[in-house]
């Protein structure tokens, strides 16, 4: 069936890095934007990042540009999110999700993983 | 950036009630809006797009409605499994996609 699943988090101290993956499974990933969004403990929703089926569109969030970078592999239906210099307001749980088709405008967020959880402190 | 307001921020409602969600965008997001649905523990699942289209799967009690800055998510009978938190979402003008604060409904 269509299924995202995020790996990669974990416990780090300020300063250092992290790269979460998300495998795509069940759908024809190239033909797919794709996005990552966290969720700070008990708080909403923030979009963090956005990848084009070619990767020749990227955007990100203005709390992440510049130390964080999304990447994605077609061949290995995986999308990336390389996070350095973290801070502790970047601890959340960090999804990724599908974000419509590469042939029309980004689409809502209709599928989702479960969720990889980044905790950042001293 | 496209600011949304959720209300009520949260809503306490029996099974069975008729429950309406408002999100008001700061400016003209079009048709371009989006409801989800999170429990406790569970990643968000699309309910609406686009206004007033049910995602898959998702039952007809559920309807969406609006235009331009003002939109509302009804449930027309809650059932138990509907008790959640419900965000409102934006794609008409980005970067930055935007979310609204959410609001969570909850049991009476």
């Known amino acids: 069936q269509v299924q995202l699943m995020e790996s990669g988090g974990g416990f780090v101290k300020p300063g250092e890095s992290l790269r979460l993956s998300c495998a795509a499974s069940?759908?024809?990933?190239?033909?797919?934007?794709m996005s990552w969004i966290r969720q700070a403990p008990g708080k909403g929703l923030e979009w963090v990042s956005y990848?084009?089926?070619?990767?020749?569109?990227?955007e990100y969030g203005e709390s992440v540009k510049g130390r964080f970078t999304i990447s994605r592999d077609n061949a290995k239906n995986s999308v990336y999110l390389q996070m350095n210099s973290l801070r502790a307001d970047d601890t959340a749980v960090y999804y990724c999700?599908?974000?419509?088709?590469?042939?029309?405008?980004?689409?809502?967020?209709?599928?989702w993983g479960q969720g990889t959880m980044v905790t950042v402190s001293s | 950036e496209i600011v949304l307001t959720q209300s009520p921020a949260t809503l306490s409602s029996s099974p069975g009630e008729r429950v309406t969600l408002s999100c008001r965008a700061s400016?003209?997001?079009?048709?371009?809006l989006a409801w989800y649905q999170q429990k406790p523990g569970q990643a968000p699942r699309l309910v609406i797009y686009?206004?007033?289209n049910r995602a898959t799967g998702i039952p007809a009690r559920f309807s969406g409605s609006g235009s331009g800055t003002d939109f509302t998510l009804t449930i027309s009978s809650l059932e138990p499994e509907d008790f959640a938190v419900y965000y409102c979402?934006?794609?008409?003008?980005?970067?930055?996609?935007?979310f609204g604060g959410g609001t969570k409904v909850e049991i009476k």
């Open positions: 990848i084009s089926c070619s990767s020749s569109n990227i």
């Open positions: 686009d206004t007033s």
């Open positions: 069940g759908f024809t990933f190239i033909d797919y934007y």
């Open positions: 979402q934006q794609r008409a003008h980005w970067p930055p996609l935007t």
């Open positions: 999700a599908r974000a419509g088709r590469c042939a029309s405008d980004v689409g809502p967020f209709d599928i």
């Open positions: 400016q003209t997001v079009g048709k371009y």
